[in-house]
């Protein structure tokens, strides 16, 4: 390796190395800090922030890429570093230091105040923070340029995406998935969901989320599943940290959550273990990485074949609360559309349309169409709008996210576009293995694992999202897949 390649991995690896320990510190907050260390920990996670932002922006940085650019083999895996590299340092210069520390600041004290005011469903007391946030969050999309603030936001989550696409992708989700509600209303038979809401024992809850993640093929050697308020995953190859939280009378939120957040896991452990501290040896877009957590969730985890090994499994851990449940009714209820007033709890149907309310505020915040203040109520015309549902108080409504409080405004979309590569990912598979359900039916998850680490987790990021999906599917992204699915599972689980 040649002196300025070795001086050019050697930085992109320190800059690796400390944006890692700040999500270990952000970790240890959500999951252990007491209390009293939220001003402690806002200091060191605003040192962190100014550390990386000052070595991703530091322009002996900025030469040594543009002097390996010259030089570098295009088809190489030096190429893609470098242009990774590229990315996050042409934006950094654009940032003052003074702006991310403290936005660092603001989103560690902004989480801590949500924490508290989410279960008393204070927005009051939560509003000057995300005030905050917000004000340091628009000045940072202003800083980043682009026509639209927005685009800078997204630019993090989802490198190339823009508001305008966005908005073009969630009409048309928006123009097919109302109508789709509508129908299951008039549907001839109904899931009975209250089985979902027995006592279940958190014990047994935690044996079978542990279970589950394991067969998932999740190293335990290299990663943990604790509690914390908002599920999450951090970390990444050989230390990986996924949260669930556990509710006694409702399965689905452990269940489901850990299934997620062990879709994420996979991710993050499935990496090129040789690359996995090179710019482009990271995980794709956030789009990507959510696509395979969606995927878990809903399209392995939901599905007829899952259950048909599993069913058994959750019985042992939790003995007698299904007595007398068939197996069928239990696939049923854990498909039931139902609109509901918690995003992490919704349905497959219903989901993209809690994204498209948070899309939909986020944008008219940025736009100065609205201000903080306004969000209870909007949040409650919105969900009566697209749901039919408005929350009794804002712990169910404005309030049940972490994500405006840790600064991550933009990112939502991500999760609808996750749900759209998973369904197109899940079809290429099914194609690859006729024999998938059989195996699922065996509980043989790890084949699943296997194509995804080969077909998405290797690759890092070796290509913007939408090409690895070209590249896999043989098809750009759309929403047909997404749209196919859904309407296979409720005419099954509705009989339409
Ligand atoms: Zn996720």
């Known amino acids: 390796m040649s002196d300025p390649v070795r001086r050019f991995y050697d930085h992109a690896h320190q800059i690796f190395d400390l944006s890692q320990a700040q999500q270990a510190l952000e970790w240890d907050q959500q999951v252990l800090m007491p209390s009293g260390g939220v001003e402690q920990r806002a200091h060191q996670l605003s040192a962190l922030a100014a550390a990386v932002h000052d070595r991703v922006a530091d322009p002996a940085y900025g030469d040594l890429i543009a002097e390996l650019e010259a030089s570098a083999d295009p088809a190489g895996p030096l190429r893609d570093d470098l242009r990774e590299a590229r990315r996050a340092h042409d934006r950094a210069v654009k940032i003052p230091r003074r702006l991310v520390e403290a936005r660092a600041e603001a989103c560690s004290l902004a989480q801590a105040a949500w924490e508290e005011a989410r279960p008393a469903s204070d927005f009051a007391a939560f509003r000057p923070h995300l005030e905050r946030v917000l004000e340091l969050t628009g000045e940072l999309a202003d800083a980043a340029g682009g026509a639209h603030r927005y685009d800078a936001l997204l630019d993090d989550f989802e490198p190339g995406m ?58 335990w050697n290299r990663g943990r599943l604790d509690v914390s308020a908002h599920p999450f995953t951090s970390g ?11 509710l006694e009378d409702c399965l689905p939120s452990a269940v489901f959550g850990a299934i997620h957040e062990g879709g994420h896991g996979l991710y993050e452990q499935g990496l090129d273990p040789a690359r996995y501290r090179d710019p482009a040896g990271q995980p794709g877009s956030m789009g990507l990485h959510e696509s395979q957590s969606r995927l878990w969730e809903n399209l392995i985890g939901r599905s007829r074949a899952f259950w ?37 709890e919704a349905d497959e149907v219903t989901y993209n349309l809690h994204i498209i309310l ?47 409080a840790a600064g991550l405004i933009g990112y939502f979309p991500t999760y609808a576009l996750g749900n759209l590569y998973a369904a197109q990912f899940m079809e290429q598979m099914r194609r690859d293995l006729p024999d998938l359900d059989p195996r699922l039916a065996r509980g043989e998850l790890g084949v699943v694992k296997a194509w995804l680490n080969r077909n998405i987790h290797r690759h890092g990021r070796s290509w913007p999202a939408q090409e690895l999906c070209r590249r896999v599917t043989g098809a750009a992204l759309s929403a047909e897949p997404l749209m196919r699915h859904l309407r296979a599972k409720c005419a099954e689980v509705y009989g339409l």
């Open 236 to 246: 990444t190859m050989h230390d990986v940290r996924l949260t669930t939280r556990y």
């Open 358 to 404: 948070r899309f939909d505020l986020e944008s008219d915040l940025l736009a100065g169409r609205i201000a903080a203040r306004d969000l209870p109520g909007r949040w409650r015309a919105g969900m009566k709008q697209y749901l039919g549902l408005e929350p009794a108080d804002d712990r169910l409504g404005v309030l049940q996210d972490i994500h405006w």
């Open 308 to 344: 048909a090994h599993y069913y058994g499994p959750l019985q042992a851990a939790c003995p007698g609360v299904l007595d007398g449940v068939a197996p069928d009714a239990f696939y049923r209820a854990v498909n039931a559309v139902t609109p509901s007033l918690v995003r992490v």
């Open 162 to 219: 823009t508001e305008a696409q966005l908005r073009l992708v969630f009409d048309d989700l928006k123009g097919r998935l109302v109508p789709l509600l509508e129908a299951l209303r008039g549907a001839p038979r109904r899931p009975d969901e209250t089985l979902l809401a027995r006592r279940f024992p958190v014990a047994g809850q935690q044996q079978f989320c542990r279970q589950v993640i394991g067969d998932m093929g999740f190293d």
